[in-house]
């Protein structure tokens, strides 16, 4: 299992107790099975108490058991392939309930990613933004659309300092980043299936030191450990189709607050830019029928 999980097990062996090296030892070869037991099925697997998994859990760093159950299962969701996300979707989802079970989830998503967003992380990746000289955003994948989503709004309220990261390849990419430094800002926006070249991009944000703020799903996400600001929302359904409603939400917050922060400076511009609007046309308008 070569995840951020290991690691992290790895890097916490050596206080571990001899329950708990039996746990690790199950966890590390049989995570996809160990995903789906409770604390008390995974201790009589491995032939220690409840009380002992769940110490286990906290010696991580998680807060409980449901935390590192929901790492494993997000391990295991960001190894599908396509057609097996198509299998789970299909066991999971009747016909006639497709709208209301998607519906559902997209619900419950944005309610644990509020339940659970860190504050001042939020807060921070607001003053790094609102801060930086140039601030470039980055998604690949399905991520792309939220990346362009939040650069569109970015340039409206930063002007011409931000910037969406275009480039297909990865050499590209470093070309357009080659003069970013601290007083810039990097955004990377990665769920799964993780893109590579997201993480190595914040890879090489974060050894220049420039801030970087990380939206992703999990603190084994593999953009995580680059992050100065980690933005955690929830993206929880194994189907074709990824659910990017929480991070749409954590991205549209993330805009609204960065345009409080920048109101008096933006105001001017605003109306400029709402003059040039009306002058050429540029959006239809709805007859009222008076």
């Not at 951020?4 to 995570?31: M, P, V």
């Not at 996300?85 to 944005?110: F, S």
């Not at 509020?114 to 994948?141: C, I």
């Not at 890879?203 to 992050?227: G, M």
Request: proline fraction near 2%.
């Amino acid at each position: 299992m070569k995840s951020s999980l290991s690691a992290l097990i790895a890097a916490h062996e050596g206080g571990f107790s001899k329950g708990q090296r039996r746990i690790a030892a199950y966890i590390t070869e049989h995570y996809d099975e160990a995903a789906f037991m409770t604390a008390a099925r995974l201790g009589d697997k491995v032939g220690v108490s409840e009380s002992t998994v769940v110490r286990f859990a906290a010696q991580l760093g998680f807060e409980g058991y449901p935390q590192l159950q929901k790492a494993m299962q997000e391990l295991i969701r960001s190894k599908l392939t396509i057609v097996q996300r198509m299998e789970v979707t299909r066991a999971r989802m009747t016909d006639g309930q497709v709208l209301r079970d998607v519906a559902t989830g997209d619900i419950n998503n944005i309610r644990m990613t509020l339940e659970e967003m860190d504050q001042k992380a939020f807060d921070n990746a607001v003053d790094a933004v609102v801060k930086a000289r140039h601030v470039y955003v980055f998604g690949a994948g399905s991520c792309k659309a939220l990346a362009s989503f939040l650069t569109h709004y970015l340039q409206m309220l930063l002007g011409g300092s931000a910037h969406l990261i275009t480039a297909a390849s990865q050499s590209e990419i470093f070309e357009e980043m080659l003069d970013i430094d601290q007083q810039d800002a990097v955004i990377g926006i990665s769920f799964p299936r993780y893109s590579s070249k997201a993480a190595k991009t914040l890879h090489y944000a974060h050894s220049k030191n420039v801030p970087v703020v990380a939206i992703t799903d999990s603190i084994l996400s593999p953009i995580a450990p680059y992050a100065s600001s980690l933005l955690l929302a929830h993206s929880d359904m194994a189907s074709l189709v990824d659910s990017l409603v929480a991070p749409l939400s954590v991205i549209n917050a993330l805009i609204v607050a960065i345009s409080l922060k920048t109101m008096d400076r933006n105001c001017h511009k605003l109306e400029e830019l709402e003059h040039l609007w009306k002058t050429y046309g540029v959006y239809e308008t709805v007859d009222d029928g008076r």
